[in-house]
Nanobody
Framework: QVQLVESGGGLVQTGGSLTLSCAAS????????VGWFRQAPGKAREFVAS????????DYADTVFGRATFSRDNAKNTAYLHMNSLTQDDTAVYYC????????????????WGQGTRVTVSS
């Protein structure tokens, strides 16, 4: 059983940046692809980015493409999502998830989920 804990959320001004972390325990982190999803108030949870187990392949949603960088350090069992040029549309609870099989945008493919970290972008 893999446990995921997100951190790094908070209040950020429009145009600012932040780095979210996803720390894993209870399993072999390098066995998993990792994804970030987010859920804005009143909206469905959506895909943000994913990274292959070796960190060499990443995938980004159009909404964050060019503004986000997803990386991982398997030795530290941690994945990082850096986002810049934040807008109020980025306000959401951000969740990381682990997929033992594949790099995926589909939430149903992910086996383990964290509790989320809230990001609020102010004007």
């Amino acid at each position: 059983q893999v446990q995921l804990v997100e951190s790094g959320g908070g209040l950020v001004q429009t145009g600012g940046s932040l780095t979210l972390s996803c720390a894993a325990s209870g399993g072999t982190f390098s066995d998993f692809a990792v994804g970030w999803f987010r859920q804005a108030p009143g909206k469905a949870r959506e895909f943000v980015a994913s990274i292959h187990w070796d960190g060499r392949t990443t995938d980004y949603a159009d909404t964050v493409f060019g503004r986000a960088t997803f990386s991982r350090d398997n030795a530290k069992n941690t994945a990082y999502l850096h986002m810049n040029s934040l807008t109020q549309d980025d306000t959401a609870v951000y969740y990381c998830a682990a997929d033992r099989v594949r790099l995926s945008r589909a939430q149903e493919n992910y086996d383990f989920w964290g509790q989320g970290t809230r990001v609020t972008v102010s004007s």
